[in-house]
Protein backbone atom coordinates (compact mmCIF):
# COMPACT_ATOMS: atom_id res chain seq x y z
CA UNK A 1 0.00 0.00 0.00
CA UNK A 2 1.27 3.55 -0.92
CA UNK A 3 0.75 5.64 1.28
CA UNK A 4 0.82 9.69 0.39
CA UNK A 5 1.18 12.48 3.67
CA UNK A 6 -1.55 14.87 3.74
CA UNK A 7 -2.76 17.88 5.88
CA UNK A 8 -5.91 19.37 6.71
CA UNK A 9 -8.19 21.50 9.17
CA UNK A 10 -11.28 18.94 9.77
CA UNK A 11 -14.05 17.36 11.71
CA UNK A 12 -13.44 13.66 12.75
CA UNK A 13 -15.36 12.37 9.78
CA UNK A 14 -13.44 14.09 6.58
CA UNK A 15 -11.54 11.12 5.81
CA UNK A 16 -11.01 7.04 5.97
CA UNK A 17 -8.84 7.33 9.12
CA UNK A 18 -10.73 9.48 10.45
CA UNK A 19 -14.06 7.51 10.67
CA UNK A 20 -11.89 4.54 11.89
CA UNK A 21 -10.43 6.71 14.64
CA UNK A 22 -13.97 7.99 14.92
CA UNK A 23 -15.40 4.78 15.76
CA UNK A 24 -12.35 4.45 18.17
CA UNK A 25 -13.34 6.62 20.33
CA UNK A 26 -16.86 7.57 19.64
CA UNK A 27 -19.91 5.61 22.00
CA UNK A 28 -20.37 1.98 20.93
CA UNK A 29 -22.82 -0.54 21.46
CA UNK A 30 -20.50 -2.13 23.85
CA UNK A 31 -20.82 1.44 25.80
CA UNK A 32 -24.17 2.17 25.22
CA UNK A 33 -27.33 -0.09 24.97
CA UNK A 34 -29.96 2.59 23.76
CA UNK A 35 -30.90 -0.27 20.52
CA UNK A 36 -32.84 -2.69 23.31
CA UNK A 37 -34.68 1.21 24.34
CA UNK A 38 -35.04 1.67 20.17
CA UNK A 39 -36.42 -2.15 19.68
CA UNK A 40 -39.27 -1.26 22.68
CA UNK A 41 -40.07 2.01 20.96
CA UNK A 42 -40.18 0.29 17.56
CA UNK A 43 -42.59 -2.51 18.58
CA UNK A 44 -45.30 -0.01 20.37
CA UNK A 45 -45.70 2.19 17.35
CA UNK A 46 -45.37 -0.62 15.16
CA UNK A 47 -48.92 -1.83 17.29
CA UNK A 48 -50.45 1.61 16.47
CA UNK A 49 -51.48 0.95 13.20
CA UNK A 50 -51.12 -2.13 10.44
CA UNK A 51 -48.22 -1.42 8.14
CA UNK A 52 -48.21 -3.10 4.94
CA UNK A 53 -45.58 -3.86 2.10
CA UNK A 54 -46.95 -1.43 0.51
CA UNK A 55 -46.96 1.46 3.20
CA UNK A 56 -44.52 -0.35 5.65
CA UNK A 57 -43.41 1.22 9.05
CA UNK A 58 -40.48 3.39 8.21
CA UNK A 59 -37.53 4.22 10.85
CA UNK A 60 -35.22 7.80 9.79
CA UNK A 61 -32.01 7.28 11.50
CA UNK A 62 -30.66 11.09 11.37
CA UNK A 63 -27.03 11.52 12.30
CA UNK A 64 -26.49 7.76 11.57
CA UNK A 65 -22.58 7.89 11.31
CA UNK A 66 -21.36 4.15 10.55
CA UNK A 67 -24.41 2.74 11.85
CA UNK A 68 -24.28 2.07 15.24
CA UNK A 69 -28.34 2.14 16.25
CA UNK A 70 -29.32 0.26 13.07
CA UNK A 71 -26.63 -2.39 13.40
CA UNK A 72 -27.74 -2.66 16.87
CA UNK A 73 -31.30 -3.81 15.08
CA UNK A 74 -29.99 -5.88 12.83
CA UNK A 75 -31.23 -8.66 13.93
CA UNK A 76 -35.17 -7.20 12.99
CA UNK A 77 -35.93 -6.57 9.23
CA UNK A 78 -36.81 -2.97 9.32
CA UNK A 79 -37.33 -0.54 6.35
CA UNK A 80 -34.59 2.21 7.53
CA UNK A 81 -33.43 5.31 5.77
CA UNK A 82 -30.22 6.31 7.98
CA UNK A 83 -29.03 10.08 6.68
CA UNK A 84 -25.82 11.91 7.86
CA UNK A 85 -23.97 14.77 6.06
CA UNK A 86 -20.49 12.78 5.84
CA UNK A 87 -19.90 10.37 2.96
CA UNK A 88 -17.00 9.00 4.37
CA UNK A 89 -19.30 7.98 7.48
CA UNK A 90 -22.05 6.33 5.34
CA UNK A 91 -19.37 4.34 2.94
CA UNK A 92 -17.99 3.00 5.94
CA UNK A 93 -22.00 1.67 7.51
CA UNK A 94 -22.54 0.45 4.25
CA UNK A 95 -19.31 -1.40 3.82
CA UNK A 96 -20.04 -3.33 7.53
CA UNK A 97 -23.65 -3.45 6.79
CA UNK A 98 -24.17 -7.54 6.46
CA UNK A 99 -27.52 -10.31 6.50
CA UNK A 100 -30.96 -9.27 6.79
CA UNK A 101 -30.39 -5.55 7.34
CA UNK A 102 -28.40 -5.16 4.11
CA UNK A 103 -31.77 -5.53 2.04
CA UNK A 104 -33.89 -3.30 3.92
CA UNK A 105 -31.39 -0.18 4.57
CA UNK A 106 -30.69 3.16 2.76
CA UNK A 107 -27.75 4.64 3.58
CA UNK A 108 -28.48 8.67 2.70
CA UNK A 109 -26.35 11.63 2.41
CA UNK A 110 -28.28 14.58 3.55
CA UNK A 111 -28.47 17.00 6.25
CA UNK A 112 -30.79 16.84 9.31
CA UNK A 113 -31.64 20.63 8.26
CA UNK A 114 -33.40 18.97 4.85
CA UNK A 115 -34.85 15.79 5.93
CA UNK A 116 -38.38 16.56 3.83
CA UNK A 117 -35.64 16.95 0.93
CA UNK A 118 -34.50 13.59 1.91
CA UNK A 119 -37.73 11.53 2.65
CA UNK A 120 -39.38 13.33 -0.65
CA UNK A 121 -36.26 11.17 -2.79
CA UNK A 122 -37.72 7.82 -0.86
CA UNK A 123 -40.15 5.68 -2.12
CA UNK A 124 -41.82 5.42 1.14
CA UNK A 125 -42.02 9.09 2.47
CA UNK A 126 -43.68 9.38 5.57
CA UNK A 127 -41.74 8.35 8.80
CA UNK A 128 -43.01 5.77 12.03
CA UNK A 129 -39.91 6.62 13.84
CA UNK A 130 -37.37 9.03 14.01
CA UNK A 131 -34.20 8.85 15.51
CA UNK A 132 -31.36 11.06 16.47
CA UNK A 133 -29.12 9.16 18.83
CA UNK A 134 -26.80 10.12 21.44
CA UNK A 135 -26.69 13.64 21.62
CA UNK A 136 -26.07 14.21 18.20
CA UNK A 137 -28.61 17.18 17.91
CA UNK A 138 -25.60 18.64 20.28
CA UNK A 139 -24.05 19.34 16.69
CA UNK A 140 -26.56 21.75 15.21
CA UNK A 141 -25.01 24.61 17.43
CA UNK A 142 -25.80 27.53 15.22
CA UNK A 143 -29.16 29.48 16.26
CA UNK A 144 -32.27 28.63 15.05
CA UNK A 145 -30.78 24.94 13.96
CA UNK A 146 -32.69 22.56 16.20
CA UNK A 147 -35.68 24.44 15.62
CA UNK A 148 -35.28 23.85 11.94
CA UNK A 149 -34.22 20.09 12.55
CA UNK A 150 -38.01 19.71 14.71
CA UNK A 151 -39.90 21.68 11.83
CA UNK A 152 -37.89 18.97 8.94
CA UNK A 153 -38.97 15.99 11.07
CA UNK A 154 -42.67 17.07 11.60
CA UNK A 155 -42.97 17.78 7.64
CA UNK A 156 -41.39 13.72 7.59
CA UNK A 157 -43.40 12.29 10.43
CA UNK A 158 -46.24 10.20 9.61
CA UNK A 159 -49.68 11.98 10.91
CA UNK A 160 -50.88 11.07 14.38
CA UNK A 161 -48.58 7.95 14.82
CA UNK A 162 -45.31 9.03 13.77
CA UNK A 163 -42.43 9.79 16.53
CA UNK A 164 -39.27 11.52 16.98
CA UNK A 165 -37.20 10.16 19.80
CA UNK A 166 -34.19 13.42 20.20
CA UNK A 167 -31.60 12.23 22.76
CA UNK A 168 -29.41 14.92 24.91
CA UNK A 169 -26.58 13.40 26.30
CA UNK A 170 -26.29 14.27 29.97
CA UNK A 171 -22.34 15.47 29.14
CA UNK A 172 -23.85 18.10 27.34
CA UNK A 173 -25.63 20.00 29.59
CA UNK A 174 -25.25 23.28 31.20
CA UNK A 175 -24.74 23.55 35.20
CA UNK A 176 -24.22 27.21 36.65
CA UNK A 177 -23.10 25.77 39.65
CA UNK A 178 -20.71 23.80 38.02
CA UNK A 179 -17.68 24.29 35.84
CA UNK A 180 -17.75 22.88 32.31
CA UNK A 181 -15.10 19.51 31.89
CA UNK A 182 -12.92 18.98 28.73
CA UNK A 183 -11.34 16.07 27.91
CA UNK A 184 -7.34 17.37 28.22
CA UNK A 185 -5.13 14.80 28.27
CA UNK A 186 -1.26 15.66 28.66
CA UNK A 187 0.58 14.51 26.27
CA UNK A 188 0.57 11.78 23.24
CA UNK A 189 -1.26 9.24 23.26
CA UNK A 190 -1.72 6.74 20.51
CA UNK A 191 -4.51 4.33 19.78
CA UNK A 192 -4.10 1.04 16.92
CA UNK A 193 -6.67 1.24 13.70
CA UNK A 194 -8.94 -1.55 14.07
CA UNK A 195 -8.97 -1.16 9.92
CA UNK A 196 -6.12 -0.21 8.55
CA UNK A 197 -2.77 -2.71 9.06
CA UNK A 198 0.61 -0.70 10.56
CA UNK A 199 -1.54 2.26 11.02
CA UNK A 200 -1.83 4.14 14.53
CA UNK A 201 -3.58 7.53 15.38
CA UNK A 202 -1.70 10.12 17.46
CA UNK A 203 -3.64 12.55 19.74
CA UNK A 204 -2.11 15.50 21.29
CA UNK A 205 -2.79 19.47 22.04
CA UNK A 206 -6.41 18.96 23.59
CA UNK A 207 -7.82 22.45 23.98
CA UNK A 208 -11.34 23.52 25.33
CA UNK A 209 -13.53 26.24 25.66
CA UNK A 210 -17.30 27.61 26.36
CA UNK A 211 -18.53 30.06 24.53
CA UNK A 212 -22.18 31.19 25.59
CA UNK A 213 -23.31 27.42 24.92
CA UNK A 214 -21.28 26.34 22.22
CA UNK A 215 -18.33 24.22 23.88
CA UNK A 216 -15.05 24.31 21.31
CA UNK A 217 -13.06 21.12 20.99
CA UNK A 218 -9.60 21.38 19.71
CA UNK A 219 -7.20 18.68 19.47
CA UNK A 220 -4.31 17.67 16.96
CA UNK A 221 -4.26 14.18 14.96
CA UNK A 222 -1.52 12.10 13.23
CA UNK A 223 -2.11 9.33 11.07
CA UNK A 224 1.02 7.43 11.50
CA UNK A 225 2.40 4.08 9.48
CA UNK A 226 4.13 2.02 12.42
CA UNK A 227 6.01 0.24 10.32
CA UNK A 228 8.61 3.33 9.21
CA UNK A 229 7.30 5.96 11.59
CA UNK A 230 5.89 8.02 8.69
CA UNK A 231 3.13 10.21 8.99
CA UNK A 232 0.25 10.12 6.89
CA UNK A 233 -2.31 12.30 7.41
CA UNK A 234 -2.09 15.48 9.79
CA UNK A 235 -5.51 16.86 11.13
CA UNK A 236 -5.80 19.77 12.88
CA UNK A 237 -9.19 18.68 14.48
CA UNK A 238 -11.82 21.09 15.39
CA UNK A 239 -15.39 20.94 16.48
CA UNK A 240 -18.17 22.90 17.83
CA UNK A 241 -20.92 21.24 20.37
CA UNK A 242 -23.87 23.01 21.45
CA UNK A 243 -24.68 22.56 26.14
CA UNK A 244 -28.00 22.87 26.58
CA UNK A 245 -30.27 23.85 29.43
CA UNK A 246 -32.32 21.29 31.15
CA UNK A 247 -35.48 21.02 28.68
CA UNK A 248 -34.18 23.97 26.58
CA UNK A 249 -35.39 21.62 23.32
CA UNK A 250 -39.01 21.28 24.84
CA UNK A 251 -38.80 25.42 24.87
CA UNK A 252 -37.33 25.62 21.99
CA UNK A 253 -39.85 23.18 20.28
CA UNK A 254 -43.28 26.08 20.91
CA UNK A 255 -41.63 28.00 18.33
CA UNK A 256 -41.92 25.10 15.65
CA UNK A 257 -44.64 22.27 14.07
CA UNK A 258 -43.16 20.19 16.01
CA UNK A 259 -45.16 19.11 19.15
CA UNK A 260 -43.72 17.64 22.59
CA UNK A 261 -45.24 14.62 23.51
CA UNK A 262 -43.08 13.63 26.40
CA UNK A 263 -39.50 13.06 27.70
CA UNK A 264 -37.97 9.40 28.83
CA UNK A 265 -34.98 9.32 31.15
CA UNK A 266 -32.42 6.72 29.94
CA UNK A 267 -28.85 6.06 31.85
CA UNK A 268 -26.87 8.88 30.35
CA UNK A 269 -29.93 10.45 28.25
CA UNK A 270 -32.46 12.14 27.96
CA UNK A 271 -34.75 11.01 25.02
CA UNK A 272 -37.51 13.64 24.36
CA UNK A 273 -40.37 12.50 22.13
CA UNK A 274 -42.25 14.52 19.30
CA UNK A 275 -44.92 14.57 17.00
CA UNK A 276 -45.87 16.26 14.35
CA UNK A 277 -48.70 19.11 14.89
CA UNK A 278 -51.92 17.73 13.94
CA UNK A 279 -54.12 19.55 11.59
CA UNK A 280 -57.75 19.43 10.02
CA UNK A 281 -56.79 18.09 6.87
CA UNK A 282 -54.86 14.86 8.03
Not at 60 to 81: K, P, Q
Not at 115 to 128: C, F, G, I, T
Not at 131 to 152: A, K, V
Not at 153 to 159: I, N
Request: with cysteine; aromatic share 10%; net charge negative.
Amino acid sequence: MTLTFEEQSSDLYSSPYLVDYYDLVAPNSRSVDDASFYWEVYQKLFALRSPTPEDPFVILDVGTGTGRVLHGLESNAINSECVDNAQHMLDKAEMITTGILKNCVSWVHGSALNLREVMDARKHQKVDLLIFSIGSISHLYESGQPEEFLNQASKVLRPRTGRAYVSIYDGSLLNPNKKIAFHQPQGVSELKSAVFASIVYRESDHRGELEGNVKFLKFELEVVDSDNQSVVETNHISMKMRQWLDDELILLSSETDACFVESVRGAHETFYVFKAIETGSE
